[in-house]
Structures are given as C-alpha cells and as structure tokens.
C-alpha cells in the first residue's frame, strides 16, 4: 500500500498562512506519507523570495516530494518574463523541472504542466504535449499505480460558476484514462472534490478517479470552502483508492479527518 498526502494552492506570499504551513510539516512527520503532492500555485505571484520560502518549507518535508507549477507561478506584472520567460522564476528559485517523474515499487507519477505565459486563470495542456504524454503512458512499467498531476482542473466542481476546465481537457482525460493512470490530483478552484471522469467524460472508462485538493494553506478557499483549508490523504493498495478530506481546525491547531471516499477497482 502507498500512502500520499496531497496539497495544492499553498501560495506563499500575502494570503499564505504560516500557521497553517507549520501543522503541515507536524502532519507529514505523524504520518510519514509515501510521497507528498503538491498541485500547483506554489506562491501568489512568483516572486524570487516567494520561490525560495516555499522551496525551503518543501525540503524541510523529509518525505518524497513532487510539485507541478500553476498559474499563479507565472509572473502576473513582470511582462517581460511572462512573454519571454514565464517559467524563469520557478526554475531559478524552485526546480527546472517543469513536469517531474517519481517511481517506486508500487507507483509511477507523472507531472503535466497546464500553466502557460498569458495565463491569468486558466489553464490547457497542448496537443503536443498530451501526443507525449501518450507515448510516455504506453512506456510506463507494468504493474505500478499511475497517478498524474495537474494544476488545472479536467472536471467542473460542484458550484463551478462560469469558470472552464482547461483547454484540451477532455482529449487529455481519455490519453490519461487510456493510458492506464488510475488517479488525477489538482487543485486550482480552492474546493475538495474528487469523482470518477466517467461521470463527466462518459465513454473513458470506470476507473479513473479525480481527485482535486482545496488550498492547504491561504486564505482564498472558495464556496463551500470559504475559510477553510483543506487538502486529501490517499491510500492506494491494489489498484483501489481511498480519499479522506483533511481540513484544518483552528482551535485545535492541527488537520482533521472530515470525509473518506472509497473507489474499489474495477476489472475492465
């Protein structure tokens, strides 16, 4: 069995909450997941000392760790490095590498950038890039988990408003889902919420849940997230999965258990 702790949003920067931030680096240490996600929206507006706080914050986790940017990572006023060098940033101060691969015995997860140089809000992931992804699906090892992570999201949240999923989501959806991935994690709308792509995507198969994290740690939950943070603790063991909400409590300081999900496999 693999256990992750997934997280998204944290954005360092005016709306991060230190407070917050510390009670998770206490959960990793109680829990010591297999490897810790996080989905993007790393600081609020890519600034170098933004980058180097939550890169320090992140190597302090002691734990396996994989990070994809959002667009909240692309410099939102320097317009000289969002036309000529959106991810300049985020590769000097955080990593170079825009779509990480970890492995292990039982786990392969992979990495998708959905943020790009004039993004404000949304995101897409080019047709190239998910040809790519393709090939890079059919190369995975036999035998292993696939878990894919995106900033962006591929399926509405409930309340979602007018807001759209990112460009080209569903032709990545059925690439993922034929490829073998059994899990998505993302964030971006400040709201938990996972559900299989089936639902949204009829036709891509039973299996592939999607699970997207609230923001961890700032202030900018939204809807039925206002004020609160929240992110997934995730158990995989033989192709079946189980979610929990995590949510902060404030008067006792630490995360909470507040919903489980459970998505047995299904034999194709």
Known sequence: ????????????????????????????????????????????????????????????????????????????????????????????????????????????????????NWTVQGGRVTPRRIRNLERQLAAAPEGKTIVAVVHHDLIPPPRFGSQQVAVNAASLVRVLASGGVRLVLSGHEHQSYCALAESYYPGVGASMVVAHSGTMTSDRGRGCERDRNTGFWIEIDAGWVRLVTLEWDRDRGEFRERLSHEFPAIEP
Do not use: C
């Open 1 to 116: 069995m693999r256990r992750l702790l997934q997280i998204s949003d944290v954005h360092f920067g005016r709306p991060h909450r230190p407070e917050i931030a510390a009670g998770v680096l206490r959960l990793i240490a109680q829990r010591e997941p297999d490897l810790v996600v996080v989905a993007g929206d790393l600081t609020q507006r890519a600034k170098p000392r933004e980058f180097a706080q939550v890169r320090q914050w992140i190597d302090s986790m002691a734990v396996p760790t994989l990070a994809v940017p959002g667009n909240h990572d692309v410099p939102m006023y320097r317009f000289w490095e969002r036309l000529f060098s959106p991810y300049g940033a985020y590769r000097k101060h955080f990593s170079a590498n825009l779509e990480p691969v970890i492995e292990d015995d039982e786990l392969f997860v992979i990495g998708i950038n959905s943020a790009f």
